[in-house]
């Protein structure tokens, strides 16, 4: 694997929220969404800075005097990532003493940092030379998905290529089926991601995986199913269900006076209104929990799992006190509207 320096360092431009906002006419002629090039990116950043062996994990806490090992042993570690709102960064750092790395037999120890220790660089020509180790690129050489795919064969080997194309199969649908969707409906999720992979098989002049078919099954059964679960959850659609809507019958409606009954019009557009925005606000804290799900089954550190632990649980207080609010709205819009058509129908007699 080619070995490169990447030296991170706070910097400030615009060239990275170009970078991180961009939308590539050649991608769109493609059919690939913008989120690809960004795919991509962490893919192949991974890939150049990825070790399959000759290593072991320490904890956060471990000191070159006492090092603790982690229980569980990755089976690789990717030494940067990249991220398109934090940057590239990097995770783990080799263990030294007396000015030389730790190995325990014989392999080198990497102690995993802990959030607060860790810097990321959003400076675009320090990626560029990162990802292909030349001057001769232009920042926005990196906005678009073909090109990416094109500079990496002219600057990678066949192998990196095939790393960073696994690791963007790994990407776009799990190790283990969990991943971030693009989009809620399934079969055009399947679409966009499927289309991606294939691009990036095309342009990368590699074979996909044989094992395909069932990483999009795995993937589908998990996330999506997630999703449903999430939904049922959250209660999103069962409020309307379940509420008595006795006072908008037909029945109900004949007996009130037209006042009443452009009232009662009035207030179910109103209660439709107010239900579409909660639904809404709903499935916007579905899509966040389902990411953070996803965030928290990939989390490498026990802190990383507590942070993301705590916002779930936030969310889904959020969520369930936007639905108690909408039905006491809808009770006291319902009380309302009885008692004003109990008053015309006095006024009737």
Known sequence: MKKIT???????????????????????????????????????VGALHQ???????????????????????PSKIRLLNFGVDSGVGAGYEVMMKDNKPIKIDNKTVYREKKPAEKSYDKNVINLM???????????????????????????????????????????LFGEDGQAQFI???????????????????ELLH?????????????????????????????????????????SYSNDSVEKTTKKAKKQVKDDKKQKDLELEKHEKE????????????IELDAADSDEERAQ??????????????????????IKDKKDATDSENGKNQGEDK
Request: glycine fraction near 4%.
């Open 51 to 73: 070790l399959d062996s000759g290593f072991v994990v320490a904890t956060p806490s471990s000191t070159p005097d006492k090092i603790r090992l982690k229980g569980k042993q």
């Open 308 to 329: 993301i632990q705590a916002e779930m649980d936030n969310l889904d207080k959020d969520s369930t006190n936007k639905k108690k609010a909408v039905k006491k709205y």
């Open 129 to 171: 030379k990162m990802l292909f180790d030349t001057d001769k690129l232009k920042p926005t050489d990196l906005h678009s998905f073909i090109s990416l795919l094109n500079l990496t064969n002219k600057y990678t080997d066949k192998k990196i290529k095939q790393v960073a194309l696994d690791r963007f199969l790994n990407i």
């Open 6 to 44: 990447f030296r991170i360092k706070n910097s400030k431009g615009t060239d990275w929220a170009k970078l991180a906002h961009s939308s590539s006419w050649e991608d769109a002629k493609a059919g690939m969404k913008g989120v690809a090039s960004k795919y991509y990116l962490r893919a192949l």
């Open 282 to 293: 709903q499935k916007d804290i579905v899509r966040k929990l389902i990411e953070l799900s």
């Open 206 to 246: 590699l074979k996909p995986s044989k094992d395909l078919e069932n990483i999009i099954k795995r993937y589908v059964a998990k996330v999506h199913s997630i999703k449903e679960r999430f939904l049922r959850h959250l209660g999103v659609n069962k409020i309307l269900e379940n509420e008595d809507n006795a």
């Open 183 to 201: 989009e809620p409906d399934a079969k055009e999720d399947v679409e966009i991601k499927s289309g991606m992979y294939m691009k990036a098989v």
